[in-house]
């Protein structure tokens, strides 16, 4: 049976997956997960062992290759760790060497968008396309890009980096930049922001239901303000509308620049859709061109909460389909 395995490597945790490999498709049929190791090289011994685990219990597995995929920067070339903000002291580690000593088999490395993106097109909603994006919209606020049946991932593997354009002069800070894209739309930036909605709102005096989900105002999240929203709650509706609507300018700019058939978005998207597409929609068509607009679909994660198990997967799978 042909397999592939997946490397998942993140701030607190990483995962091992084993895929059975049927003409275009995967099936997971295995995976374990670990804390993420403090050093560098313990983490790599020790999924280097995961592996060993998996591709003794299951025998009848041959292994093709092997993806890695973690959050950048990262050289996929040379296949190094350069430094992600999650991972300290990862600093130019050699993630691709021990594996392929050890199996013996082609390794290849993407940072996590581009992985995710990967898997979209492969398996998910982004099947079929030419042109797509993938947008993660999850803690952060990054793309993967599939342009004309290619994974781009720029000069220095920095191509995608669109949590970094700035949408307002002032706002939350994502990128270490008031206003950007990721202050606006991501898990951290609508914290951000949602908490100091919330402060303004005590202080007037005025009810939130967020303020009965959490009492403690810095410890507010987004699932928080999600749950009052999905209650009704007009405060937490306000934040999802002005979310929808900075979400709808930063398309515009993708739309525009890149021609897409198809922006596929994960996480925060997934699961409050309702909530930001019309503010979205809205300004989409106020920003962007008719032309670009007509054929540019924008569709939730078409792998649901399990893309990051099909990431690293796609990355092994993209290398041997190449």
């Known amino acids: ?3 592939i395995a997946g490397i998942d490597i993140g701030g607190t945790k990483c995962a091992v997956s084993l895929g059975k490999v049927s003409e275009n498709t995967v099936e997971i049929i295995d995976k374990i997960k670990i804390k993420t190791p403090t050093s560098p090289e313990d983490a790599i011994h020790a999924m280097v062992d995961r592996l060993k685990e998996l591709i003794t219990k ?3 597995c041959k292994l093709e290759s ?19 903000p999650n991972l300290s002291n990862w600093d130019s580690v050699d993630i691709l060497t021990p594996f392929r000593q ?13 992985a995710c993106a990967l898997a979209e097109w492969l398996w998910g909603a982004g099947k079929g396309c030419e042109n797509m994006i993938f947008l993660t919209f999850g803690t952060g606020m ?8 290619k994974l781009y991932v720029g000069t220095n593997d920095m191509a995608g980096e669109v949590g970094h354009i700035r949408l307002e002069k002032e706002g939350p800070v994502g990128y270490h930049k008031a206003g950007s894209f990721e202050g606006f739309c991501s898990g951290g ?13 005590k202080t007037r005096e005025k009810h939130t239901k967020i303020l009965e989900i959490q009492p403690d105002i810095d410890k507010i999240t987004t699932a928080d303000v999600g749950k009052a929203a999905e209650e009704g709650d007009d ?11 900075q979400l709808g300018k930063g398309l515009s700019i993708l739309i525009d620049t890149l021609n897409p058939q198809r922006i596929v978005i994960g996480s925060i998207f997934l699961r ?3 909530l930001l597409r019309e503010p979205m929609e809205a300004v989409i068509a106020q920003e962007a061109l008719s032309y670009n607009r007509e054929v540019c679909e924008i569709v939730a994660a078409g792998l649901g909460e399990q893309i990051g198990d099909y990431a690293a997967l796609s990355v092994a799978f993209n290398s041997i389909r190449r």
Do not use: T, W
Not at 142 to 149: C, D, F, K, M, Y
């Open 189 to 201: 930036g609508i914290a951000k922001f949602s908490r100091a909605a919330v402060e303004e709102y």
């Open 66 to 84: 092997i993806g890695i995929s973690c959050g950048s920067p990262l050289d996929s070339k040379k296949g190094l760790i350069l430094s992600p």
């Open 235 to 245: 405060l937490a509706l306000q934040i999802f509308r002005k979310v929808g609507k």
């Open 102 to 114: 050890e199996f013996h088999v082609p390794a290849a490395v993407q940072n996590d968008a581009n």
């Open 1 to 3: 049976m042909q397999c």
């Open 142 to 149: 990054g793309a993967g890009l599939i342009l004309n049946n």
């Open 272 to 274: 409050q859709e309702k």
């Open 58 to 60: 299951h025998s009848e």
